[in-house]
């Protein structure tokens, strides 16, 4: 066989000698394969199952709390450990799911206080669903469904303050970054469960929205999956946004890098956010590496903003930040619509450090 490596002919040879293949595989069953080998397989199962083992054993010793925190510590650590995020979100949900009535805000409340800290499992997926519809049956379904509206910005951008103006429409349902978290490459289950709320939410609503950074990436999908969706989008001044999330961002933290960069640990919040090359002079200046990464990222998500907008502009409204307590503003939102949204002022999250999880009580 001209032209073929030696590795090659050594292959067809065996593939010719049918008994030279048995021989060789039973000689490497009788012997255990590689010993490296099977040292190596050994610790990586042991790497992979040692949190839900250890936590198991505290549960086993009755120690719940131990058992979630260690858990959720490491998840946090690994924040892209999807299987770890289920095991937790599992464990709070069966340690504490009998202390409320089904089809009660109370527990629909409870799952997503389980989902803020964990990611959604199968079975505390169907439990959600099957709590927010035995919920809503008391009310009078709709004839058309209500309308899906997602809020859009960098973040520190005033997205909270647009889920309390979209609150404001009678009988409408708005939060503020519902959990789960969608992340910056979002993933079928994350997915599957907001398409899921969307519509049951829709069958007895008017307008159902959700305001958060991460429906950018999900714009498309949820598109597709509401035929009738649209999308209100928030434009923030870039420098003043970086200094806002430079003011309530801890030192310790920064989305925007990838995980095992030797500088910043990882984040629960990290696959939320797209990751960029380090900077130079990075590991002399992080302050000043990370904001000019804050920069970049907010820069590049209000392009996107503003390509959308003009792309789809009867399914996409951008508005600026600055502009939101505007009647002008308000007005062309009431329009957008096609609902009449209120007009007091609203100034929500303005100089703290944190994000409240909705607009208002309606945490569900």
């Known amino acids: 066989m001209h032209g073929t490596s030696n590795e090659t002919r050594r292959d067809v040879a065996l593939a010719t000698q049918p008994n030279a293949i048995s021989e060789r595989g039973r000689s490497v069953r009788q012997n255990g394969g590689n010993p490296l080998r099977r040292a190596g397989k050994f610790l990586l199962h042991f790497y992979c199952e040692f949190p839900a083992k250890a936590a198991g054993a505290l549960q086993w010793l009755g120690l719940h709390g131990a058992a979630e925190?260690?858990?959720?510590?490491?998840?946090?650590?690994?924040?892209?450990?999807?299987?770890?995020?289920?095991h937790l979100a599992n464990m709070i949900y069966d340690r504490d799911e009998r202390s409320f009535a089904a089809g009660t805000v109370e527990r629909g409340r409870f799952i997503m206080k389980t989902l803020e800290r964990s990611y959604p499992s199968a079975r505390v997926t169907a439990a959600y669903r099957h709590n927010l519809e035995e919920l809503l049956k008391r009310r009078k379904r709709r004839e058309r469904p209500g309308q899906v509206v997602l809020g859009l910005g960098a973040g520190r951008c005033g997205s909270t303050t647009l889920a309390a103006i979209l609150h404001s429409i009678d009988g409408a349902v708005s939060t503020h970054e519902n959990p789960p978290e969608i992340y910056w490459q979002p993933l079928p289950a994350q997915m599957q469960f907001h398409i899921s709320r969307f519509r049951i939410f829709?069958?007895?609503?008017?307008?159902?929205?959700?305001?958060?950074?991460?429906?950018?990436?999900?714009?498309?999908?949820?598109?597709d999956a509401f035929p009738?969706?649209?999308?209100?989008?928030?434009?923030?001044d870039t420098d003043d946004c970086?200094?806002?999330?430079?003011?309530?961002?801890?030192?310790?933290?920064?989305?925007?890098?990838?995980?095992?960069?030797?500088?910043?640990?990882a984040d629960r919040w990290d696959p939320l956010y797209p990751h960029y090359e380090l900077p130079a002079g990075a590991r002399r200046d992080p302050r000043r590496a990370k904001e000019e990464l804050a920069y970049r990222y907010v820069t590049k998500y209000n392009e996107r903003l503003e390509?959308?907008?003009?792309?789809?502009?009867?399914?996409?409204?951008?508005?600026?930040?600055e502009d939101l307590d505007l009647p002008a503003t308000r007005l062309r939102i009431s329009e957008f619509l096609d609902m009449p949204v209120g007009m007091s002022a609203l100034r929500l999250n303005v100089n703290v450090d944190s994000d409240s999880a909705s607009a208002d009580e309606l945490y569900f």
């Open 242 to 265: 970086v200094r806002s999330w430079m003011r309530v961002s801890p030192p310790d933290v920064n989305h925007w890098v990838a995980p095992y960069n030797g500088i910043w640990p």
């Open 69 to 86: 925190t260690l858990l959720w510590r490491i998840y946090c650590a690994n924040p892209y450990d999807c299987s770890l995020g289920e």
């Open 307 to 321: 390509t959308l907008a003009a792309r789809m502009p009867e399914r996409v409204l951008l508005l600026r930040t």
């Open 228 to 236: 009738a969706s649209k999308a209100i989008a928030l434009h923030r």
């Open 202 to 223: 829709s069958q007895y609503c008017p307008l159902v929205a959700d305001c958060a950074h991460w429906w950018i990436n999900a714009l498309d999908t949820m598109f």
